[in-house]
């Protein structure tokens, strides 16, 4: 599997603070690799690392086989970028982004700028400064796709917009795409799209990789876990577990999540650690997993990296 | 790329660029039409007000215009929409150059051309003005281009703009306050050599900013990184500052083949006494210098020909040996000058226009020049001493010539080179003043100081003539105090009303002339070229000088 994007020990400091702190990633070429995390995890600043839009200040990132520092018109010819902070040229029409976007590319397919205008939707021909946010995410995608980029890097694309555009947005990915599989990196809070769209899945925490893998993976790993017993030391026992993120205990009901439960016999030492309790184990959607990694670290929950 | 990038911008700021153009051209109107309005005085009253209002909107509508051309790709941050796009950062910054450089350097400098044309100015004097006012544009362009691409938005621009020029206000009123604390602690810098200004030096200096600030604009789209290229702004500045005194200078002219002739232009006191006022010491104190005067003549220059003295350095020497060194003194030779015409002169100005009596503005004071200036207290020990007096002076030529006899009538005009001079109206019931429309065009970047023109009014009936003053006729410029740069410069291209004064000081040295319509009717207006020939060194040595001490 040859690798999109690697980071080694990536490193981006703001004066004291590290919002990158020695990021280690690959990103699979032809993947749908999703960055989630909560606010302030350091994925835009990542984003905006590998586009060479800030310097690292120590590591080492390679986009498309380049690296970063040096990333220049020929990589970018390669690379579609959409961004809720970006800057669009606001004083242009959509058709003029697209006339203004079309010489950079010598591979700009103008069938595919017809079909994915289409399907987004776009016949407005006011000004983007006039148009919804909504309207500007797809003329900015639509800009980042029409020329087939091998990569496309999309931060969080969908931030407030309603469910019919993000699912719009997705479909013209997916369309896009077509039979060839793109390599796309994703940041977003919108866990539920993520999901869909992605095959891996990394988390963000304060600068640091908590985990990066494929999202079937992911969800085979974690599972929620009720377990029901008289026992007054049910909370302890499950706090000593170095896999188990513990999330409450409401009477004589524990709850926790199994951050390894895709292990040989794990149900087994669930078991084995309550005997003679009632035990329920449900798998987890990917916005359940975000909580539960999201909320406050429980003891141990570093061992999940 | 660079088309594409370029008509894109063009298509985006096509109203304000052709707003500008609309102002450049307003401005060039009402700058050619001034000097044909003299003769009506409200009329050219409101077009030269006019002109100047246009120029200082253009040099506003600079610091509107560079920063959101600049902006539109911006060089600083990192959300901009191209940062993300293949397009080679080196050619949004050439891209932006070129813009503003056509639009804000090169349309003002061709309108500058037309009206140069026009006025019939010589093609290469104009080609030198133009590339001096191009100089000089760039500047300001590339001062405000550094400025907008270390900058994000026009706000933080105008900020940024503002605390430069804080600081700059604040060195500036830092560095005198600190003069004037320290006070003075030498005598005032002495003339070394004999020279010229060198009127490179600003040219020089402009075209080094430029260059620097292009230059420190591209490191930051280069770069991306102000911590790169504000400082290599600053060395840019410096090395300019520095860098200009290693440059070639304007020489002054090769003097003229007589000077050879030792026989001509030779020194002379005519009274073999210095003179010393102890009031003209300065600065106060112990170590105060001051300037004997003496009566010192150039004999036997050719006909049109008047000099200015510039003390080199001299010394006077006691029969016991001691000698009083002196240094020289004098500013530097500022070329002909209207203001330093003397008894010699006069002479020279009745050989010209052939009249016996001539009534000239300043009737002088010749030969009471610099003649040996040292410490005060040298020259007052040797108070009443007599003994031998050495000098060596710089004797600047100017050469006189009659160009153009003119009718004294509405409408007369002549043109030498790039001088053109038009009556527009006579005074007619005073009978003392004429109006006229006046186009000069000079460089600093000619070989030689332009000529000045001195008109006179001369009645041959009466064998007399009287020396006109020559003023601007614009009382009140509207112009924007530190931001009409260029007004200041006696170079460039000036389309003005002048008024020509004929007055005959109350004087005892003045001829009695009354100066009337009848006096007028039967006179003509003679023009004369001052022009600046050179400079020779001359020494002078009297064996038996009296020091005076006042």
């Not at chain 1, 309207?135 to 091998?150: I, Q």
């Not at chain 2, 010393?276 to 010192?296: K, N, T, Y």
């Not at chain 2, 009848?518 to 064996?543: K, N, Y």
Request: aromatic content about 8%.
């Amino acid at each position: 599997m040859s690798a999109a994007i690697e980071t080694t020990g990536l490193v981006r400091r703001f004066g004291r603070t590290d919002a990158v702190n020695g990021l280690t990633m690959t990103v699979p070429e032809g993947s749908v690799f999703a960055l989630i995390g909560p606010n302030g995890a350091g994925k835009t600043t990542t984003i905006k690392l590998l586009m060479n839009l800030l310097r690292p200040s120590g590591g080492m990132a390679r986009v498309l086989g380049a690296d970063v520092r040096r990333l220049g018109p020929a990589e970018l010819r390669r690379i579609g970028y959409v961004s809720e902070n970006q800057r669009l040229p606001d004083w242009m029409t959509p058709a003029q982004l697209l006339r203004y976007c079309r010489a950079f590319y010598p591979s700009w397919d103008a069938a595919l700028e017809r079909r994915l205008q289409a399907s987004l939707g776009l016949t407005q021909n006011a000004r983007l400064r006039s148009l919804s946010r909504g309207t500007r995410m797809k003329v900015a995608l639509l800009a980042s796709l029409a020329y087939r980029p091998e990569l496309v890097v999309l931060d969080e694309p969908f931030t407030g917009l309603d469910p019919v555009v993000r699912d719009e947005l997705i479909r013209a990915l997916l369309d896009a795409s077509g039979d060839r599989r793109w390599t796309v990196l994703i940041s977003s809070h919108d866990v539920d799209e993520v999901e869909r769209l992605a095959d891996w899945i990394a988390f963000l925490d304060a600068g640091r990789l908590r985990f990066a893998e494929p999202t079937a993976s992911l969800l085979a790993r974690f599972r929620r876990v009720e377990v029901v017993s008289d026992d007054p030391g049910l909370a302890s026992r499950a706090a000593a577990h170095p896999r188990w993120i513990v999330e409450g205990i409401a009477g004589r009901t524990l709850r926790f999540v199994d951050t390894a439960h895709d292990e040989p016999d794990a149900a087994r030492g669930v078991a084995a650690t309550f005997p003679g309790a009632d035990i329920r184990i449900a798998s987890m959607p990917l916005r359940e997993i975000f909580i539960a990694l999201a909320g406050p670290t429980p003891p141990g929950v570093q061992e999940v990296v | 790329m660079l088309l594409h990038l370029l008509r894109e911008d063009l298509r985006h700021f096509r109203w304000p660029l052709v707003m500008w153009c609309a102002v450049v051209a307003a401005e060039a109107v009402a700058t050619a039409v001034a000097p044909q309005t003299a003769g009506n005085e409200p009329l050219y009253a409101a077009v030269s007000t006019l002109g100047w209002v246009l120029y200082d909107a253009l040099l506003l509508a600079m610091l509107f215009l560079v920063p959101i051309i600049v902006q539109a790709h911006p060089a600083v941050g990192s959300e901009a929409f191209w940062l993300t796009r293949p397009v080679p950062r080196q050619t949004v910054w050439l891209e932006k150059s070129v813009l503003l450089g056509a639009f804000m350097v090169v349309v003002p400098v061709a309108a500058q051309m037309i009206l140069m044309a026009t006025s019939r100015i010589p093609f290469a004097e104009a080609v030198r003005v133009a590339t001096e006012t191009a100089v000089a544009r760039a500047l300001l362009v590339a001062a405000l281009m550094a400025f907008a691409s270390t900058t994000a938005s026009l706000p933080r621009f105008a900020l940024a703009l503002a605390a430069a020029v804080g600081a700059f206000l604040v060195w500036a009123v830092g560095s005198i306050t600190l003069m004037e604390l320290r006070g003075p602690s030498e005598p005032p810098a002495a003339v070394a050599l004999p020279h010229l200004p060198n009127t490179m030096l600003p040219v020089y200096l402009e075209l080094g900013l430029a260059v620097g600030l292009v230059l420190a604009a591209a490191l930051q789209y280069l770069t991306r990184l102000r911590r790169i290229a504000v400082p290599a702004a600053a060395i840019a500045i410096v090395a300019s500052f520095f860098g200009v005194d290693y440059l070639p200078e304007v020489r002054p002219p090769a003097p003229p083949t007589w000077t050879a002739s030792t026989d001509r232009g030779r020194l002379v006191m005519r009274s073999p006494q210095l003179t010393f006022d102890r009031a003209s010491a300065w600065p106060e104190g112990r170590d105060a210098w001051g300037g004997a005067v003496a009566d010192i003549g150039v004999s036997d220059l050719p006909g049109g020909w008047i000099a200015e003295l510039t003390l080199l350095d001299g010394s006077f020497t006691r029969p016991d040996g001691t000698t009083i060194e002196g240094r020289g003194f004098g500013s530097s030779l500022a070329g002909t000058s209207s203001m330093s015409f003397t008894p010699s002169s006069l002479l020279a100005m009745r050989e010209l226009l052939g009249v016996e009596r001539v009534v000239m503005r300043l009737p002088g004071s010749e030969g009471r020049v610099p003649a040996l200036y040292a410490r005060a207290a040298d020259l007052q020990t040797a108070a009443s001493a007599t003994g031998r007096y050495q000098g060596r002076f710089a004797v600047s030529l100017t050469r006189l010539q009659v160009v153009r006899v003119l009718p004294l009538r509405t409408g007369a005009a002549f043109q030498d080179g790039s001088y053109r001079f038009t009556i527009a109206d006579l005074d007619t019931a005073m009978g003392r003043s004429l109006r006229a429309g006046v186009i000069r065009a000079s460089s600093a970047l000619d070989s030689a100081p332009a000529p000045t023109f001195e008109f006179c009014a001369r009645n041959r009936a009466r064998s007399e003539a009287v020396l006109g003053w020559l003023t601007s006729a614009s009382g009140y410029v509207p112009g924007i105090p530190g931001v009409s740069f260029g007004t200041f410069s006696r170079t460039g291209l000036q389309m003005e009303a002048a008024d020509v004064v004929f007055q005959v000081p109350a004087s005892e040295e003045t001829p009695s002339i009354t100066l009337d319509a009848a006096w007028f009717s039967q006179a003509d207006l003679v023009v004369i070229r001052e022009t600046f020939d050179g400079v020779i060194v001359r020494t002078l040595d009297v064996p038996h000088v009296r020091l005076d001490v006042r």
